[in-house]
């Protein structure tokens, strides 16, 4: 099955600087790679997805880029802001879905501080 | 936008005492997963369910079973609950798109299950 690593495990950076959190990912046929925020208390929040036949994609002040090749991806996050602190989850699954595909495999986290 | 929404949102309960978790999906979504998340942890997919079949099983115990119901509700049965039960149990949602995908998975806020 499909195994996720994730790194840092924690990361703190300075407002208005930037944050990097990478990804790597095992199976080959993993096609869809989201990324969630989780504050405490509540539940993931999707905040950009990419798929395997797009290399990069940005949204704003956050960017994910993936290289199929090496199986990695990462979440950038630029002008970091206080609301930013949160813990990060990266993901994967085969796309397009089918019957036994549902599954999101999630990395193991990165809990990012914004220091003010 | 209209969101997934789960009931209870807290539920405390006995060991080998039954629990039974709602699930509602955003409106129009045909699709339910169920995920596990442990303290300080990812989280883990339990099951999920397109148009009332289920349609990928993941690391849920036979104590456990769940539905989905014609108005597309699920509904997450516990039963014999022990302690190690304890847990964040997330729902979430998806539909198909118009190039017959069905990646993007929404999250609900969660329940809260505390075995005593």
């Known amino acids: 099955g499909e195994n996720v690593e994730q790194h840092p495990s924690t990361l703190s950076v300075q407002e208005g600087d930037s944050a990097v959190i990478k990804c790597t990912y095992s199976?080959?046929?993993?096609?869809?790679f989201p990324w969630y925020k989780q504050e405490l208390g509540k539940g993931p929040q999707l905040i950009i997805d990419i798929r395997s036949n797009v290399g990069e994609k940005k949204d704003q002040r956050i960017a994910v880029t993936l290289n199929k090749t090496a199986k990695h991806f990462s979440l950038h996050i630029t002008e970091t802001q206080p609301e930013d602190s949160a813990v990060y989850f990266c993901a994967a699954k085969q796309s397009p879905t089918n019957f036994g595909n549902e599954k999101l495999t999630f990395g193991t986290g990165t809990r990012l501080t914004i220091i003010p | 936008a209209a969101g997934v929404i789960q009931s209870p949102r807290h539920l405390i309960k006995e060991k080998r005492e039954t629990a039974t978790l709602k699930c509602y999906p955003i409106?129009?979504?045909?699709?339910v997963y169920w995920y596990q998340q442990g303290p300080g942890q990812d989280p883990q997919f339990l099951i999920s369910f397109y148009e009332k079949m289920q349609s990928d099983k993941g690391s849920i115990p036979d104590r456990f079973s769940a539905q989905q119901f014609s108005d597309y509700h699920s509904e997450l049965n516990m039963s014999s609950l022990e302690l190690g039960d304890s847990a964040l149990y997330f729902c979430?949602?998806?539909?198909?798109?118009?190039?017959?995908?069905?990646?993007?998975?929404?999250f609900g806020p969660g329940t809260r299950l505390t075995v005593l």
């Open positions: 979430a949602s998806s539909r198909l798109t118009s190039g017959r995908v069905r990646d993007t998975q929404y």
């Open positions: 199976d080959s046929a993993s096609n869809y």
């Open positions: 409106p129009r979504h045909d699709t």
